[in-house]
């Protein structure tokens, strides 16, 4: 295996991890609101619903988006008609697996930081002149910050390591569904593949770690911006 | 004026308030925990949703239960100072104070800024972080954020109960500066008449969820009738007087008031200061002639206007002393012996160690 093939591989998979992450922020911090500050019929449900690809087989999952967004389905169909999108086997369809499957560990984490936050400091503001919709982008989502960074680091770690979801929903195809973890499944398959495989493990790891510690100087950055009081 | 006229039930608790608060100086909102203080200027400033009624700030209907009218908290104009200052920590100071300014329509004014930063003495603190700051440091800059968005009325939540015996008497001195400064009306709650005494012109008195009186401080605080509601160890009189002079040699101060005067442990406040010393029931013994050789050189000439008894050993005796009036707490057994009734003309003795910068008005600065 090349370097350039090599580098496609790594460069596609953190594509995917990106995209997934940035596409899970505003519904996983919406989700997190809702979940942690409203009540009403249908949250159980809800809550439940957002969790289950935490305790759900991975493959299970994908098979379940790929009856979502089946070309066949009702849903599919709407998706290519009006904005010409096609998600089954196809990179916008890995990179939907890997939020699917992102998007509980995001909501968990800001939902935490969330419940953290004293509700105190929201009166304070209405009291301060501020409308509930100011408030929020003023104060509550500010706060929640250290953990949407937190989420948002695990969720993109938790991407690059995606498999169960990607392979069933977007499949296995070279430079556009391939990534990393697919990549080395596919070079342990083939004769020969052993050196390949050991390669991609390495920077497979590599990436791991230095997912890590990107979120220990994330945390301390926003931890240090926002001393608490 | 401020009229309110609500109820608020809450599980088993319930607050049922009628009552005209002027809408100027500082109303003491007083009563023990549970009395409902903090639920009724909860409701004043539309934090809880759930009171039922009245409520008008000179002309502007904040609750009108009837006509289905409620003005949300934003609209309301209150300055809210919370027992736990609640200053945004991911906001420098400057930011915190200048956040309600910012959102008051004219924008921000540069003379009310300078003022209030100056009077309050915060220009020091000005690019630090809350985190950074002591418990009193937090409260001067919630005081002056509050008093920055320009309100109408200013509520205070017990502002001192989170701070130590020096920051209390800090915070006391610039909310006595403060409301010389900016007359804005403030309605301050607290369950410690202490506090009351130094600053309050008009008095609420929660108790259990009702108001059991609502009038002029230092009418109430004497009102022998209200005693039991402001606990026996508080009992007393509120005097108010003037700084005349020091007395440098011995360390004390001399204030007048009407009736006579009062030698107490030297005061950090300039001759011709006006000030108010609380004198407990319990620090004033009642002599019939002067007595010779006694260590007390507070000694008040006065008629006794009224006896009550209390449960227990102790008599309430109304001294008149000029225009004041003092509270003596005193046994049965004392009462009887020396005979003392209605009209007896007696001498009041105070012992000026009873008189501390604790029960003496203007609070020295704590530095």
Request: aromatic share 6%.
């Given at each position: 295996m090349d370097v350039d093939a090599v580098s496609q591989i790594v460069l596609l998979s953190l594509r995917i991890a990106a995209l997934a992450t940035a596409g899970c922020v505003i519904p996983a911090v919406g989700l997190a609101w809702l979940l942690a500050r409203r009540r009403f019929p249908g949250r159980t449900l809800l809550d439940a619903l957002v969790h289950a690809p935490l305790v759900l087989p991975p493959v299970v999952v994908g098979y379940c988006l790929l009856g979502l967004f089946g070309s066949r389905t009702w849903l599919g169909e709407w998706l290519v008609r009006t904005l010409g999108v096609h998600l089954p086997f196809t990179t916008g369809g890995a990179v939907m697996a890997a939020a699917v499957m992102a998007l509980p560990l995001m909501v968990r984490s800001i939902r935490l930081g969330l419940e953290g936050i004293d509700r105190g400091l929201e009166t304070a503001a209405r009291t301060l002149g501020a409308s509930r919709l100011d408030t929020f982008f003023s104060i509550t989502l500010p706060l929640m910050l250290p953990g949407i960074v937190a989420g948002a680091v695990l969720a993109f770690a938790a991407s690059l390591g995606e498999f169960g979801a990607t392979i069933t929903?977007?499949?296995?195809?070279?430079?556009?569904?391939?990534?990393l973890t697919l990549a080395i499944y596919t070079a342990l398959q083939t004769p020969d593949g052993e050196a390949s495989a050991k390669v991609l493990v390495m920077i497979s790891m590599g990436l791991a770690i230095g997912a890590l510690l990107l979120a220990e100087v994330s945390n301390r950055v926003t931890k240090n911006w926002l001393r608490a009081q | 004026m401020i009229e309110l006229a609500f109820s608020v039930s809450q599980g088993d608790f319930s607050l049922e308030v009628a009552a005209v608060l002027p809408k100027s100086g500082v109303t003491g909102v007083f009563?023990?925990?549970?009395?409902?203080k903090s639920t009724l200027i909860n409701a004043l400033a539309g934090i809880s949703t759930t009171a039922r009624g009245l409520i008008k700030v000179g002309d502007e209907v904040f609750l009108d239960t009837e006509r289905g009218w409620q003005l949300p908290v934003e609209r309301r104009r209150v300055g809210y100072v919370f027992q736990d200052a609640r200053?945004?920590?991911?906001?420098?100071i400057e930011t915190n104070l200048r956040y309600g300014a910012r959102r008051r329509s004219g924008g921000e004014s540069s003379d009310l800024w300078q003022g209030v930063i100056d009077v309050l003495d915060l220009q020091p603190l000005l690019r630090r972080w809350p985190g950074s700051l002591s418990g009193g440091e937090r409260q001067r800059v919630a005081i002056g954020r509050a008093l920055l968005s320009r309100p109408q009325i200013l509520l205070m939540d017990e502002p001192l109960a989170s701070l130590d015996a020096p920051r209390k008497t800090e915070i006391l001195y610039y909310i006595e500066r403060l409301r010389e400064a900016y007359p804005v009306p403030l309605l301050y709650v607290t369950h410690s008449l202490d506090e009351l005494v130094r600053i309050a012109d008009h008095l609420l008195l929660l108790s259990d969820g009702k108001v059991m009186a609502c009038g002029p401080f230092l009418d109430l605080v004497g009102d022998t009738a209200l005693q039991p509601y402001l606990g026996r160890f508080e009992a007393g009189s509120v005097l108010e007087c003037v700084?005349?002079?020091?007395?440098?040699t011995f360390g004390l101060s001399v204030l007048s008031f009407s009736g006579g005067e009062l030698r107490v442990p030297k005061l950090d406040a300039p001759c011709g200061t006006r000030l108010r010393a609380r004198l407990r029931g319990r620090d004033v013994a009642i002599a019939l002639k002067d007595p010779p050789e006694l260590s007390i050189t507070n000694r008040v000439q006065g008629e006794v206007l009224a006896l009550s008894y209390r449960d227990g050993p102790y008599v309430d005796v109304l001294i008149g002393a000029g225009n004041s009036k003092l509270h003596a707490l005193i046994t049965r057994e004392s009462c009887a012996r020396l005979n003392i009734r209605v009209g007896l003309s007696v001498i009041a003795l105070i012992k000026a160690?009873?008189?501390d910068s604790r029960t003496v008005g203007y609070s020295r600065r704590a530095r």
């Open positions: 929903f977007a499949a296995n195809i070279p430079d556009e569904t391939r990534t | 009563g023990r925990s549970g009395a409902g200053l945004f920590p991911h906001m420098r700084l005349e002079q020091h007395d440098e160690v009873a008189l």
